[in-house]
């Protein structure tokens, strides 16, 4: 039989090679393990009473789906008592959550989208959980909002849970990215590629295209270029997918490559954008980036951004290097 890897003899292997300490290696089993309990849970679809609306609404005032508010409790009650962790900060929540008092504090905080892809969950297509960790830049004291606002460049570590045919694993803790696939019967998740690359050129890309009318010229110019195809000035064809989840658009664009946008538009202006900065773009940025690829806002390394404040939002184009810097170069000649 093919010798297997398991995640835990993977981050442990990668400890004694000093790629991470053991708080970190603990924590990351957490989140895993709590990724394995929502892809089990998902997985019993209408029969776990995971599909339909919560009847509730999130800070960011969008109706919350039943299974968004399972999965921000689950990822909030697993990671509460292992004492890797000072606090919590969710894109469900208004404002961080403290680990509470009966429980050890440990040095790093965690940030998490419990449930991306909302719109798809009732419909059966892939959703996610996206993760990033941060270290706690104050130790001695009671961790604010404030200690989260740190650039993406400073996560520690960042990942996502892919719930669909397979649900995988996918994370970097700063050397490389790695995906895990979660094998049922044995209820844990083995390595399935020790390495991911993103292919520097490709002939795919995603975006809401029925965003058009709202899109500023650098974006209309490069998506009008790629869909001139043969014809037009790239003088190839490419190729569009949409699945409305941003785990499953990046998790294509890891394995075979291609750029996904999800730019400010004149719509999403006066927000910032649409996708949030400290839940989606930084995680996905640090995996992309990890990967060899590129991530930026059109104007800035999204990971260099400062952030203001908790639920701040962004846009975002990630993926293949030559791609988002055409992207980026349009931007600069197009102010
Ligand atoms: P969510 O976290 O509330 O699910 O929203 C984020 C999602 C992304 O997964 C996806 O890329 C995007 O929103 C889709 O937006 P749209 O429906 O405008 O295409
Ligand atoms: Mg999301």
């Known amino acids: 039989m093919l010798e297997r890897i398991s995640l835990s003899q993977f981050l442990i292997e990668a400890q004694r090679e000093g790629k991470l300490d053991a708080n970190l290696r603990l924590l990351i089993e957490v989140v895993a393990r709590a990724a394995k309990a929502l892809a089990v849970t998902i997985g019993k ?6 599909h339909g609306e919560a009847g509730s609404h999130n800070i960011q005032g969008e109706a919350q789906k039943k299974l968004d508010v399972i999965a921000n409790e689950l990822l909030l009650q697993a990671n509460a008592w292992g004492g890797h962790l000072a606090a919590m900060a969710s894109e469900e929540e ?3 959550c403290l680990i509470p008092e009966r429980y050890p504090r440990g040095g790093y905080l965690l940030l998490f989208d419990p449930l991306d892809g909302s719109s798809n969950i009732d419909v059966n297509i892939s959703v996610g959980t996206i993760f990033s960790v941060l270290q706690n830049p104050r130790p001695e004291g009671c961790p604010t909002e404030a200690d ?3 650039p993406g460049k400073q996560q520690v570590a960042a990942g996502y849970a892919i719930y ?37 050129e ?5 975006i809401n295209a029925s965003n058009r009318r709202h899109w500023f010229p650098p974006v209309t110019r490069y998506i009008d270029e790629l869909l001139a195809g043969k014809e037009g000035p790239r003088g190839r064809d490419f190729n569009m997918r949409w699945v409305g989840s941003m785990v499953a658009d990046m998790h294509r664009i890891l394995t075979r490559g291609g750029i ?12 910032g954008g649409k996708l949030r900065l400290l839940y989606e773009a930084n995680p996905m940025a640090f995996l992309v980036e990890q990967a060899g690829g590129m991530g930026t806002d059109g104007e ?9 404040r908790l639920h ?5 184009v990630l993926g293949s290097k030559a791609e988002v810097e055409r992207v980026a170069q349009y931007h600069r000649e197009m102010r």
């Open 45 to 50: 679809g209408s029969f776990a009473g995971i």
């Open 94 to 96: 208004e404002t961080i």
């Open 148 to 150: 989260f606002l740190q």
């Open 164 to 200: 669909g045919p397979t649900a995988q694993l996918v994370l970097s803790f700063g050397h490389g990215v790695h995906e895990f696939t979660l094998d049922r019967e044995f209820g844990a998740w083995f390595l399935s590629k020790p390495t991911i690359t993103i292919p520097e």
């Open 202 to 206: 490709t002939a795919e890309f995603a």
């Open 260 to 271: 996904f946008l999800y730019p400010v538009d004149r719509k999403t202006q006066a927000k």
């Open 300 to 308: 800035r390394r999204l990971l260099e951004i400062v952030p203001e």
């Open 312 to 316: 701040q939002r962004v846009g975002v």
